[in-house]
């Protein structure tokens, strides 16, 4: 995660929760990850995290994605308070196209 060491990732999770600035039961749901290794087949207990966390560690991290990543999320976070509201200027276009196909089509 952000091009980062998985041991500072984790630290940084333990230090989130340690803190109680998250509530772990909130923000981390445990999946079994099934899988064949040879002969046998291996259960394995994952923790995925919700973008709650990911958020915070993103802002801890310092590493080049990190930079990055909180460059981005200062960026929406800002034009959605000033805004009141955030575009997905990609989706914001293709709607414009289907909306100008149909209106081409109602008018033939």
Not at 11 to 39: F, M, P, S, W
Not at 58 to 78: C, D, E, L, P, Q
């Amino acid at each position: 995660m952000f091009d980062t060491d998985r041991t500072l990732i984790v630290r940084h999770i333990r230090n989130i929760y340690k803190t109680y600035e998250l509530d772990e039961e909130e923000t981390c749901a445990k999946i079994t990850q099934v899988q064949q290794e040879g002969e046998r087949t291996v259960k394995r207990q994952i923790k995925i995290y919700n973008l709650d966390l990911i958020i915070p560690v993103g802002y801890r991290v310092n590493s080049k994605h990190g930079t990055a990543f909180g460059i981005w999320a200062n960026k929406i976070i800002k034009d959605h308070l000033v805004k009141g509201y955030t575009i997905n200027e990609k989706r914001l276009l293709e709607l414009q196209k289907i909306i100008k196909l149909v209106n081409r089509i109602f008018k033939v």
